[in-house]
Each structure stands twice: as C-alpha cells, then as structure tokens.
C-alpha cells in the first residue's frame, strides 16, 4: 500500500511535469451508500462478474473520496451510476442529480436500462441538463439492441449527450459484450456519442476500429495499459500508432474508487505507452473540457 502523502505527491508531480492545470477524469464512480456497499462486496467475494482478487483501494465516505480526487488535482469527474436491472435507473438518476448539484466539479451523471419508460425519463433528463449517462453491458445482462433502448439512442444522438457505454467482455465475458451488439447500434444511430469505457477491453482492435469508423465515438483509458489489466489483456502493442492518431478522441478514465492500485498508476501507465506530452496533455485535460466544460 501506498502512503496517502506519497499518493498524492506522486499524482501532483505528474500532473506539475505536464503544466497540466489539473486533471478531468470521466470515468468515477459515486453512488448511494448502499449500492457502492455491496457493488465493493461483490468485488471482496469476486463474484461472478469480477473473475479474481480485486482489492479495492479508496473505500471511504462521499466526502473521504471526494476529498481524495480533489487532493490530487482533479478538478472535473463524473459520478456514472449505472442501473442493473428494471426499476433501478430512477432511484440512482434522483441520487446522482443532487450529488451534482452539491459539488460543483461533478459532471451530472445519468443512468438507463431497457425499460418501457426509459425513453420518457432519458428524454426528460438531457432537457434537465444532465451531461453524460452510463450504461454497463455486462453487469446489466441486456442486449443493448433492444427495441426499448432505440428512442434513448437516438435522443441521446440528436442532444450529442455522451454515454459511456461498457461493452466489452472484461472482466468476464456477458451474452451481449463484445463490439458487436453495440457496433450494430451505432450503425442504427451513426451520431451517438458514445464513450468506449477501458477502451473496449480485451477486444481492443474491434472497439478501436469502431472509432476509427463513426467520428463521435470516443475512448476511455479506464485500467486499460496498467500492470493490473496487462496482466490477462495486454493492449496490443501495434495498435498504438492508430490510437495514437486518434488523440481528440480519448479521454482519461481511472474507475476511482473501485481499482486495486494507487490512482497515479493509470497515469504513469499512459506515459508508458509512449505516445507523447502532447498526446498527454490532450487525453488527460483538454479533450474533456472541450467535451464537457468548466464550471469553475
């Protein structure tokens, strides 16, 4: 484990070295107390989802962690709930609307599922103001081509309000992940901004490819490129000059808090890939605040 001081030392300096303001991560995690209780108890019991030991790193009260992010210079993140089954997305969606409005650098974070309602209320949420929904293919079990998701596609297409979408089969594979069921919603709704969460991983090049074909879909680097993902899904290494000219479109993602190593890792793991100061730069800072803004 890793001195919280020296945690913080590490991130800063890294940030300091780039003449980074600050850090915008789009792929955090808040939720009410007791689904993020039992979201860290399915990773203690390495429930079915999980596959193997994932010790969580920041546990904490809201204000514990919302204090860890600020000490590390994250001046904006997102808070994604994301609904597992019917019913769920509007408890999480009232939650997470006030938790916005409580803290000024959090993105306001919506959630779906296939549900006949979800059209209405997603609908209602992007004229509310709401900046990014999330959407988790694996946890959820559904197929994101159901007819009952089409009306939430497409506004979410018309309002360009981005979704990140975790499609790919890690950590465990699901029926419906992999590039392929949500290849096919994005060539129903060509314009959606999608955000591809830990860079579609394993399936890397099939995520990348859909990327390179349908300009609003971005990348997150959400455990992609660590020790703790190389270890069972290494970023295929001749992929790199191809996601490399895809710089605009990639966004810093972390999963804080639900990662089993300290927070400045993913950042020494992108600068690893050796793609640049100014591919730093862009991922880390300036293709986020052009996507979402500041608000301070």
Partial sequence: MIDPAD?????????????????????????PAAIMDRVWAHFDERGPLIGRPWPIRYRGSDDERLATLRSFGVRRFSALPYAHKPGVADFLNGWA??????HDEVLWSATFYPEPSAGSYVEGL??????????????????????????????????ETPVVVHAGSGPVAGRHTGAGPIGEVLSRHPRLP?????????????????????ERVRLDTTMAFTDFFDAEAPYPADLLPRL?????????????????YSYAHQLEALERLGL?????????????????????
């Fill in 7 to 31: 945690d913080v030392a590490h991130v800063r300096a890294w940030v300091d070295a780039l003449g980074l303001p600050g850090l915008f991560d789009a792929h955090v995690h808040f939720m």
């Fill in 97 to 102: 609307r006030d938790f916005a409005e409580r």
């Fill in 126 to 159: 992007i004229e509310d103001g709401a900046e990014i929904f999330k959407v988790h293919v694996q946890v959820g079990d559904f197929d994101p081509r159901d007819a009952l998701l089409d009306p939430v596609w497409a506004a979410l297409a018309d309002s």
């Fill in 194 to 214: 999608m955000v591809v969460a830990h860079m579609g991983a394993p399936e890397y090049a099939d995520f990348l490819v859909l990327a390179e074909k349908y």
């Fill in 244 to 260: 490399h000219d895809l710089e605009p479109r990639v966004l810093l993602g972390s999963d804080f808090p639900n990662i089993p």
């Fill in 276 to 296: 640049g100061d100014d591919w730093l730069r862009s991922v880390c800072w300036q293709n986020a605040v052009e996507l979402f803004g500041l608000r301070r």
